[in-house]
């Protein structure tokens, strides 16, 4: 049962343009959400975070935006650069006595020059 | 400040064999997770310390796999027997909040091949 979803596997977008990236989840329950970005070789690194009280999250050229309505997260990246070329996890997580964090598959992103 | 240590970087072994990780997590650092990342597939949560205790080792195959934290530091996740489905890159984090809310820092991984 995967409840935290990344339907697209891959997305390639042209360096300056906007990147969107989507996260679909099925579990209400969920009540924070992080975006972490991982270069090949290396550990997951924590890109921005959500909390369910909130529907957008700013930090410089990343934006989180939540539709607890629809259960659906998406990252926006503006302006896309290549060295945002890299797998992208959404996770989600709970406070079922201690917080436990599922991810999603991944997407990867291709920032073309 | 240095991050999250993990050792080996990459290990093949065949099944059946025994294998184990070590992950050193960032000073005082009070929460301490295994993942377990199969190819294709996001990290998938092993065990999750807080200090030296458990808190969560609900995913943990514990027939095979079994891990520790002495001393609420350092940390070791081994597998035994192996089986060829548990080849994947297994991924040691660290949080400084308790409770498990906050920022987890990833190690770079250990890439286990079961043959």
């Known amino acids: 049962d995967q409840q935290v979803k990344q339907n697209s596997p891959s997305l390639s977008v042209q360096e300056g343009r906007i990147s969107i990236l989507n996260c679909d989840y099925t579990?209400?329950?969920?009540?924070?959400f992080l975006w972490y970005k991982k270069y090949p070789a290396e550990g997951p690194t924590f890109l921005i975070s959500?909390?369910?009280?909130?529907d957008k999250n700013e930090d410089g050229r990343f934006t989180v935006f939540l539709n607890k309505s629809a259960k659906h997260l998406s990252l926006h990246i503006v302006p896309s650069q290549p060295g945002d070329s890299a797998v992208y996890f959404c996770?989600?997580?709970?406070?079922?006595?201690?917080?436990?964090?599922?991810f999603g598959t991944g997407t990867r992103l291709k920032v073309l020059a | 400040e240095a991050g999250v240590a993990q050792s080996p970087r990459y290990k093949i072994i065949e099944k059946r064999q025994s294998v184990a990780f070590w992950c050193n997590p960032i000073?005082?650092?009070?929460?301490l997770y295994w993942y377990q990342q199969i190819l294709g597939q996001g990290p998938k949560l092993l065990i999750q310390?807080?200090?030296?205790?458990?808190?969560?080792d609900s995913q943990l195959p514990k027939d095979r796999f079994s891990a520790e934290r002495l001393k609420g530091v350092d940390s070791t996740l081994k597998i035994q027997p192996a089986k060829l489905e548990d080849s994947a890159v297994y991924l040691c984090?660290?949080?400084?909040?308790?409770?498990?809310?906050?920022?987890?820092?990833f190690g770079p991984g250990t890439r286990l091949l079961v043959l």
């Open positions: 959500i909390s369910s009280i909130k």
């Open positions: 000073s005082g650092h009070a929460t």
């Open positions: 984090a660290s949080s400084f909040q308790t409770g498990g809310l906050g920022t987890q820092y």
């Open positions: 579990n209400s329950m969920f009540d924070y």
């Open positions: 310390f807080q200090n030296n205790g458990v808190v969560d």
């Open positions: 996770a989600a997580s709970w406070a079922s006595g201690t917080y436990k964090y599922i």
